[in-house]
C-alpha cells in the first residue's frame, strides 16, 4: 500500500510558474514508477508526465513538453512537476499517480496507488 499526498496547487497568472510536489508513504518509493494526470471540469483524465523507478527515463505529453518537468528524490520520497509559461488551458485537478511496473507508464489505467488531487488554476 502506497499513500500519496499533492501539494502546491493554487491561482496563478497565465506565463506564471508552479511547482507540485507528491509526497508517499507506506513503501518503498523508490520501487514504484510515478506520473501525473490532470482533469479539468467535463473532461477525462489526462496524462501529463511519467518518471521510472529510480530516476530513469521520462515523458510528457506534447501539451506541457518544454514547460513542466517531473523529477523525483528518492530520499525524501517525493515526486515534483515543474510547471512553467503555465496556460489558462492548463486549469485542472492534477493528480499524483504511483504503480511498481518497471516501464514508463502512461495511461491512468497502469497505475494502482492515486493522490487526492491538487487544484491549479491559471488565469488569462
Known amino acids: 500500500q502506497v499513500q500519496l499526498v499533492e501539494s502546491g496547487g493554487g491561482l496563478v497568472q497565465a506565463g506564471g510558474s508552479l511547482r507540485l510536489s507528491c509526497a508517499a508513504s507506506?513503501?518503498?518509493?523508490?520501487?514504484?514508477?510515478m506520473g501525473w494526470f490532470r482533469q479539468a471540469p467535463g473532461k477525462d483524465r489526462e496524462f501529463v508526465a511519467a518518471?521510472?523507478?529510480?530516476?530513469?527515463?521520462?515523458y510528457y505529453a506534447n501539451s506541457v513538453k518544454g514547460r513542466f518537468t517531473i523529477s523525483r528524490d528518492n530520499a525524501k520520497n517525493t515526486v515534483l512537476l515543474q510547471m512553467n509559461s503555465l496556460k489558462p488551458e492548463d486549469t485542472a485537478v492534477y493528480y499524483c499517480?504511483?504503480?511498481?511496473?518497471?516501464?514508463?507508464?502512461?495511461?491512468?489505467?497502469?497505475?494502482?496507488?492515486w493522490g487526492q488531487g491538487t487544484q491549479v488554476t491559471v488565469s488569462s
Open positions: 518518471i521510472t523507478r529510480n530516476n530513469g527515463p521520462t
Open positions: 499517480a504511483a504503480d511498481p511496473k518497471l516501464r514508463l507508464l502512461l495511461t491512468p489505467q497502469d497505475y494502482v496507488y
Open positions: 507506506g513503501r518503498t518509493f523508490i520501487d514504484y514508477a
